[in-house]
């Protein structure tokens, strides 16, 4: 078989120059530059505005006094569909039931916040927070205290001005 | 006896004369609500809860007094029964103060099944509840007048079963509340506690399950109260492997609907954690954990080595299945003599208004199995002494169950092959050979034979310890590879060939036995208690 030779032409240098493209793609770089309804956002200098309905790591609502609000009904261990929920109630000195233990295994969490939805009191809450690393896996499961000491916003699950969504 | 046909929902029920509506209702699957009513007490009817509308009645009948007649045709769930068991709900919920979160009761709670099924979807009431606050009955009982639906089954409970009057309704109209006479409490009656059970909504509750579980997270295990030899049916419940409360299960030849304080109240031994987890094996150079497999392959060849009568020591804990399965293994290495000890009460604690029930002097539950298997008693009434020739035996020494709190350290010592199969560590067994791991009550199937000869089944409640097996499999196993018999694979059998050989328990299985039980043969030759 004989060789054959394919033989390519070039394109002549005004078609195969590159300052074509690059001064496109620079002139749409200098059009955002400009544009007034820019998105992007330098976080975390500036933080990100979370949607209402946001549902993250929890928080537990306390009384006045620093007792926590829960009353270890033992609702949110029942209807949690993940089972990240571990509770064991008893009795404090005052007679009330609380919660001796109170954790809650936020890898397990599947954040369905059918937790705040279930709770009689008003205790656990989902909450607007998304900024959660740690270094180890075990800090991942929150304690009372832990749940108790966070700051963050809850989450508002319904509209308070039209709770059943009428 | 003559009966009665009438009509109830549209369906036609048949029922002896006599028969309440309410029973009546029951033939045929429908439950009427109520509360007062309860099956072993008398009916007051003042719930106002169980009324039906009867065709030809002027006004609502309550269906727990209104006997049945012939042709009636009664409507238990439309129109003016729904509409009037709505309206008294609304009532029973004018004062209740709605604390299922807190409330113990809540999950088997009757007013939170009724309001949810036909109450009142919104509360209508503007008015501030009463307060009671909370009492302490004394005994294991706690009084939450706030939720007390006035149904005062618990007074005639104290009246009919206890035959203590300790409880009275005080006050009148909506200031009534139940209490003890001044500051007298229940004066700890022995038992107490079914006013607990019987209290229809979370009024009456346990202090020592105050708070410790929800009732919709406990398992239910049907079995049989290992307290006494009157062998009470009772149900355990249980939580992620642990035994939390004990609550009786009807059984009308033996406990009714009640049990008492003291067996209910002895379950923490069940959820022990010092337990023999594997099989360890003495040999030259010192204890060793070979696993089953080579525990019982080097037990075997040490049991083929000693021939000759045996001593034995059971435990009157141990269920029918493992005595006959020791008693088999006795027989099979040349008989012997099986002895047990178990404690005594100085007396007996009948209930007066159903004397059948009675926390009998054998603080074991299956003393009268023991007896039917030809064990012998031995040691004074707290369950000491009495070992002092199983002690000093030279053959083979087998010891199941018995923790030998009392024994020395040398127990056994001289024996030429020491078994021990037990559910925890003795310090009495450090001469053993052998220390097998045995499976509690509470982890294995069997059956206990109460002070009636009655033969009753248990399930396991609990996951068994570690590796521990029931001993009637271990003991079986044993014997069956000394015979070169198959093993028996599950306790039904282990009971199937315990019934072959001993004549009280010919002709009775598993399945005839049920969940109730069944009496062993020719129970006059032993009811000498009775």
Same mark, same amino acid.
């Given at each position: 078989?004989?060789?054959?030779?394919?033989?390519?032409?070039?394109?002549?240098?005004?078609?195969?120059?590159?300052?074509?493209?690059?001064?496109?793609?620079?002139?749409?770089?200098?059009?955002?530059?400009?544009?007034?309804?820019?998105?992007?956002?330098?976080?975390?200098?500036?933080?990100?505005?979370?949607?209402?309905?946001?549902?993250?790591?929890?928080?537990?609502?306390?009384?006045?006094?620093?007792?926590? !609000?829960?009353?270890?009904?033992?609702?949110?261990?029942?209807?949690?569909?993940?089972?990240?929920?571990?509770?064991?109630?008893?009795?404090?000195?005052?007679?009330?039931?609380?919660?001796?233990?109170?954790?809650?295994?936020?890898?397990?969490?599947?954040?369905?916040?059918?937790?705040?939805?279930?709770?009689?009191?008003?205790?656990?809450?989902?909450?607007?927070?998304?900024?959660?690393?740690?270094?180890?896996?075990?800090?991942?499961?929150?304690?009372?205290?832990?749940?108790?000491?966070?700051?963050?916003?809850?989450?508002?699950?319904?509209?308070?001005?039209?709770?059943?969504?009428? | 006896?003559?009966?009665?046909?009438?009509? /109830?929902?549209?369906?036609?029920?048949?029922?002896?004369?006599?028969?309440?509506?309410?029973?009546?209702?029951?033939?045929?699957?429908?439950?009427?609500? #109520?509360?007062?009513?309860?099956?072993?007490?008398?009916?007051?009817?003042?719930?106002?809860?169980?009324?039906?509308?009867?065709?030809?009645?002027?006004?609502?009948?309550?269906?727990?007094?209104?006997?049945?007649?012939?042709?009636?045709?009664?409507?238990?769930?439309?129109?003016?029964?729904?509409?009037?068991? !709505?309206?008294?709900?609304?009532?029973?919920?004018?004062?209740?103060?709605?604390?299922?979160?807190?409330?113990?009761?809540?999950?088997?709670?009757?007013?939170?099944?009724?309001? #949810?099924?036909?109450?009142?979807?919104?509360?209508?009431?503007?008015?501030?509840?009463?307060?009671?606050?909370?009492?302490?009955?004394?005994?294991?009982?706690?009084?939450?007048?706030?939720?007390?639906?006035?149904?005062?089954?618990?007074?005639?409970?104290?009246?009919?079963?206890?035959?203590?009057?300790?409880?009275?309704?005080?006050?009148?109209?909506?200031?009534?509340? /139940?209490?003890?006479?001044?500051?007298?409490?229940?004066?700890?009656?022995?038992?107490?506690?079914?006013?607990?059970?019987?209290?229809?909504?979370?009024?009456?509750?346990?202090?020592?399950?105050?708070?410790?579980a929800?009732?919709?997270d406990l398992d239910h295990t049907p079995s049989?109260?290992p307290?006494?030899?009157?062998?009470?049916? /009772?149900d355990i419940h249980t939580r992620d492997n642990v035994v939390h409360?004990? !609550?009786?299960?009807?059984?009308?030849?033996?406990?009714?609907?009640?049990?008492?304080?003291?067996?209910?109240?002895?379950y923490e031994w069940m959820n022990r954690s010092d337990r023999l987890e594997e099989p360890?094996?003495?040999?030259?150079?010192?204890?060793?954990?070979?696993?089953w497999?080579?525990?019982?392959?080097?037990?075997?060849?040490?049991?083929?080595?000693?021939?000759?009568?045996?001593?034995?020591?059971?435990?009157?804990?141990?269920s029918?299945?493992?005595?006959?399965?020791?008693?088999?293994?006795?027989?099979?290495?040349?008989?012997?003599?099986?002895?047990?000890?178990?404690?005594?009460?100085?007396?007996?604690?009948?209930?007066?208004?159903?004397?059948?029930?009675?926390?009998?002097?054998?603080? &074991?539950?299956?003393?009268?199995?023991?007896?039917?298997?030809?064990?012998?008693?031995?040691?004074?009434?707290?369950?000491?002494?009495?070992?002092?020739?199983?002690?000093?035996?030279?053959?083979?020494?087998?010891?199941?169950?018995?923790?030998?709190?009392?024994?020395?350290?040398?127990?056994?010592?001289?024996?030429?092959?020491?078994?021990?199969?037990?559910a925890h560590?003795?310090?009495?067994?450090?001469?053993?050979?052998?220390?097998?791991p045995v499976t509690t009550f509470a982890e294995q199937e069997g059956?206990?034979?109460?002070?009636?000869?009655?033969?009753?089944?248990f399930e396991p409640a609990l996951r068994a310890a570690g590796d521990a097996q029931p001993a009637?499999q271990v003991?079986?196993?044993?014997?069956?590879?000394?015979?070169?018999?198959?093993?028996?694979?599950s306790a039904?059998?282990?009971?199937?060939?315990?019934? &072959?050989?001993?004549?009280?328990?010919?002709?009775?299985?598993?399945?005839?036995?049920?969940?109730?039980?069944?009496?062993?043969?020719?129970?006059?030759?032993?009811?000498?208690?009775?």
């Amino acid at each position: 078989m004989a060789i054959s030779v394919k033989v390519i032409r070039r394109p002549e240098a005004a078609r195969s120059s590159y300052l074509r493209a690059a001064l496109k793609g620079m002139s749409l770089t200098f059009r955002h530059m400009v544009n007034p309804r820019k998105v992007t956002r330098s976080y975390p200098e500036e933080p990100t505005e979370l949607h209402p309905r946001w549902r993250g790591t929890h928080r537990m609502e306390v009384h006045a006094d620093g007792r926590p !609000k829960c009353v270890a009904c033992g609702l949110c261990p029942t209807v949690c569909p993940a089972n990240c929920i571990r509770l064991v109630g008893g009795e404090d000195d005052q007679g009330n039931r609380y919660p001796i233990v109170y954790e809650i295994d936020e890898f397990r969490c599947i954040f369905c916040g059918m937790c705040q939805e279930v709770c009689p009191v008003e205790a656990i809450h989902v909450g607007q927070h998304f900024e959660n690393a740690e270094y180890t896996r075990e800090r991942f499961v929150y304690d009372l205290d832990r749940l108790m000491e966070q700051e963050h916003p809850v989450t508002a699950l319904w509209d308070p001005s039209d709770p059943a969504s009428e | 006896m003559s009966t009665v046909t009438l009509t /109830i929902d549209g369906r036609r029920v048949t029922v002896p004369e006599g028969t309440s509506l309410l029973h009546a209702a029951e033939e045929i699957g429908v439950e009427v609500p #109520h509360y007062c009513y309860h099956p072993a007490l008398s009916a007051p009817a003042q719930c106002r809860l169980c009324l039906v509308d009867v065709e030809g009645a002027p006004k609502p009948m309550p269906s727990c007094v209104t006997q049945a007649q012939d042709g009636q045709v009664v409507r238990t769930d439309e129109g003016l029964a729904r509409e009037m068991r !709505k309206g008294v709900l609304e009532f029973y919920l004018i004062n209740h103060p709605l604390d299922c979160p807190i409330c113990d009761q809540s999950g088997e709670c009757k007013l939170q099944d009724y309001v #949810h099924s036909e109450g009142r979807a919104h509360g209508r009431g503007v008015e501030p509840k009463r307060v009671f606050g909370r009492d302490d009955f004394g005994g294991d009982v706690l009084f939450y007048g706030d939720r007390c639906v006035m149904c005062t089954r618990c007074v005639r409970f104290m009246e009919e079963m206890a035959q203590d009057p300790v409880l009275t309704v005080v006050e009148r109209g909506d200031r009534a509340v /139940i209490d003890t006479f001044f500051e007298q409490g229940l004066k700890d009656s022995p038992w107490s506690g079914n006013i607990v059970d019987i209290c229809p909504v979370g009024a009456l509750v346990s202090k020592d399950f105050l708070h410790k579980a929800r009732a919709w997270d406990l398992d239910h295990t049907p079995s049989v109260c290992p307290n006494c030899s009157q062998g009470c049916n /009772i149900d355990i419940h249980t939580r992620d492997n642990v035994v939390h409360r004990l !609550k009786p299960r009807e059984n009308p030849e033996v406990n009714g609907h009640w049990m008492c304080d003291y067996g209910r109240g002895q379950y923490e031994w069940m959820n022990r954690s010092d337990r023999l987890e594997e099989p360890f094996v003495r040999g030259e150079g010192g204890w060793s954990a070979p696993g089953w497999d080579g525990a019982l392959a080097s037990l075997r060849e040490r049991l083929e080595g000693c021939r000759g009568p045996v001593h034995a020591v059971a435990s009157a804990h141990a269920s029918n299945e493992d005595l006959g399965a020791l008693r088999e293994l006795a027989e099979r290495l040349g008989g012997g003599d099986i002895v047990y000890r178990s404690p005594r009460a100085p007396d007996e604690v009948p209930m007066p208004g159903f004397p059948v029930l009675t926390r009998r002097r054998d603080l &074991a539950p299956n003393t009268r199995g023991a007896e039917l298997l030809g064990l012998r008693r031995v040691g004074s009434d707290d369950a000491t002494g009495g070992l002092d020739e199983a002690a000093a035996a030279t053959g083979a020494l087998i010891v199941l169950g018995d923790e030998l709190a009392d024994q020395p350290e040398d127990f056994g010592s001289r024996a030429e092959l020491f078994v021990y199969l037990g559910a925890h560590p003795a310090q009495a067994a450090r001469s053993a050979h052998f220390v097998l791991p045995v499976t509690t009550f509470a982890e294995q199937e069997g059956t206990f034979t109460n002070v009636q000869t009655r033969v009753q089944r248990f399930e396991p409640a609990l996951r068994a310890a570690g590796d521990a097996q029931p001993a009637w499999q271990v003991l079986g196993s044993l014997t069956a590879s000394l015979a070169g018999e198959p093993v028996p694979a599950s306790a039904a059998e282990a009971f199937g060939r315990l019934a &072959a050989g001993v004549p009280e328990f010919e002709g009775l299985g598993y399945d005839r036995l049920g969940v109730h039980g069944a009496p062993a043969n020719r129970p006059a030759a032993v009811a000498g208690e009775r």
